[in-house]
Every structure is written in structure tokens, then in C-alpha cells.
């Protein structure tokens, strides 16, 4: 529904901003902001500052610093929620403080939400608005790991590579070091740091024996480290391969099929790893079925680097949300020279999948085009 007035439209807002402060800390939660406000005068305001912590409306609750907030409205940027689980209900601290309305940016699609909350507030005599158009858009973009995972179990992945001016991402010979430049290559370890998963084929492994980790400046211990992925259907990581040697922190996770060699499945997990079986009769449904099972696990973002056979899959199975590609101001040739994607894809240019959104931005010497292909 349209907001009443400019007024509730700002101070809306504004617990878009606030919600960004939890970035990198509330997983598996979403990011959340909250305000309480009356005749438009801010009286508190908080987030969602990390898993287990209090949620944003209580929080904005607690700022008020105790003032009456009788009849005052909270402007909250997802709906609140009415189940307890690390903390009590947000509708029972809101009903508790007397608030007379409350003005929320975007649902909740998670089984235990999804619109309960704001049944219950609306049967207590709460005034209750959800905005539309552009600004719960935006709200949503905020969540859509969240979003995607509450929806359909599965990780939402973001597709990332780097390419030519001529769309090439590896040479004849394979060689893909460095097509990318230094920054762009630091801007990749901050997304990394800010995932739930990172993936790779076995043909990365094999090629670059990578070790998948988030390496940038933080303060230990506020860094997240990634779980790590390996799609290897036959179970060919090398045992002596750092993902192998280099500890059980991060975890890392090695996907195969129903062909690898018992053998070859025992060894990986008597050195530490886990191991799951995708299952379906070719490689997009088994995809589907490692991208389940990851869910299940509780991953709700998937880094999602290569190569482009992996990518290709994903691809096929509609599993990629948003992808971002670095191009870089090289020309590389080759009839041979490795694509961003390979796979079935499309037949035909009109059943191409379209981006929903466009987005570039220079990266020192490289230009980072952003797309995002789904909204959840």
C-alpha cells in the first residue's frame, strides 16, 4: 500500500540504512532495521546486530531510552517477527511497549512469519502498513539469501568471474592468471567473506590448487571464512591439494556422484572432508540435489567461481541469482579459448535468460558489470 506521508517514507528508509550495519554478522538471520518515531520526531532506533543478539525492534525499543511510546509507530524494514527462537517474539516487545503503528518495508516468507506477525498486531488494535512499489523492492534486495532460502531451501548463488574484452576467461592452454586485476581480485575476497559457501569444479582444483579462504585485512575474529565447495562427481581431489592439508577450518564440502570410487570417497573423508552425493540423471538436476543438501546444512549463500563447465550446469539447472563479471582490458583470441559458460544453454536468443537489473562500475583498470537475474 502507498505511505501516508513523505515523512513515513524517510524514516522507512532510514531502516534500510540502519539494517546494512549487521552485514557479515547475523547469518543465518536477515538484516533487519527499526525506528520508533512519533508526529515524524525520532525517539530510538536500532538493527539486528549479529545471530543471538537482540532483534531490531527491540533494540530501537531499548534506544527510546524509556520515554512513553504509547500510540508512537515503529518503521520496521521486514516484517516482525511472532515465533521465539534465540529471542523472544518482536510482536510481544511491540504490544509490551504500547506502540499504535507499525509501518514495514517487507514480508517475511519464512514458514514461521509470513505474515503472522502482522495478523497478530492487527487482531491487538496496531495499526499495520506495508509498503510497496520501490522501497520494498528495496527492502527485499537486502535479504535475498535470506528470501531465497526460506523459500525454497536452496542457497542463493552469485555467479563471479572475469573475462576479456573478447569474453574469454582462460587461454588455449588454460592459463587464466591474472586476466582480473589486483583490485578486482580483493573486491572477489570480500564477497567471499560475506558467503555462506564458495564453490569450484574439479577442474579448478586440479588447475590451481586454490585454497578458497577470504583473504583480506580484518580483525580476527570478526572475519567469516566460507565453507568450501568442490564439485568432483568421481572423487578426485588430491589428497596432498591444500583444500585437503590446510585444516578443518573453514570446512570444506566435496560433492560427487553415484559413480566415485568408494575408495576415493573413504579417503576424502578420512582426511577430514565431507562428503555428499548429488543425485539425478545428468548434471543440472544433480546441481539441484548438491544445492538441497547444502540448504539443508543451513548454507543459505553460495559463492558460486567456476570454471565454466560447473557454471554452465548451474546455469542449466536456473540456479544462478545474480552474476557479476569483471571485464578486463585485454584481447585474448583463440577459437579455442575458454567461455565464461559453457553447458546446453539456450537454442535460441529469444529464450536467453534476461537480467532484471544492469549495473557497471569501474574497478581501477576493470569494469564490474552486475546483474541480477532473479528477485526472491
Known sequence: MALRTDTDRQLLERTLDLARNGEGRVHPNPLVGALVARDGE????????????????????????????????????????????KTPPCTEAILAAGLGRVVVASDDPSPKASGRGLGILRDEGVDV??????????????????????RTGRPWVLFKSAMTLDGKVATTTGDSKWISGESSRLRAHHWRAGMDAVVVGIGTALADDPQLTARIESPAPSL??????????????????????????????????????????EALENAGLEVIVATGEHEPARVRSALDQLGAAGV????????????????????????????????LGGRSARDPLEGEGSERVADALRALTLEC???????????RLREW
Open 42 to 85: 525520532m525517539l530510538g532506533e536500532g538493527w539486528h546486530d549479529g545471530y543471538g543478539a537482540a532483534h531490531a525492534e527491540v533494540a530501537a525499543i531499548g534506544a527510546a531510552g524509556g520515554a512513553d511510546l504509547q500510540g508512537a509507530t515503529l518503521y520496521v524494514s521486514l516484517e516482525p517477527c511472532c515465533h521465539a527462537g
Open 129 to 150: 502498513e506495508v509498503a510497496d512499489g520501490d522501497l520494498a523492492a528495496r527492502a527485499r534486495l537486502l535479504n535475498q539469501p535470506f528470501r531465497k532460502h526460506a
Open 224 to 265: 567469516r571464512q566460507p565453507r568450501r565447495v568442490v564439485f568432483d562427481s568421481l572423487g578426485r581431489l588430491p589428497l596432498a591439494s591444500n583444500l585437503v592439508t590446510g585444516g578443518p577450518d573453514p570446512p570444506v564440502t566435496v560433492v560427487v556422484s553415484r559413480a566415485a570410487p568408494r575408495q576415493a570417497v
Open 300 to 331: 543459505a549463500s553460495l559463492l558460486l567461481e567456476g570454471g565454466p563447465h560447473l557454471a554452465g550446469a548451474f546455469l542449466d539447472a536456473g540456479e544462478i541469482d545474480e552474476v557479476r563479471m569483471f571485464l578486463a582490458p585485454r584481447l
Open 361 to 371: 562500475e569501474s574497478v581501477a583498470e576493470d569494469l564490474l558489470i552486475s546483474a
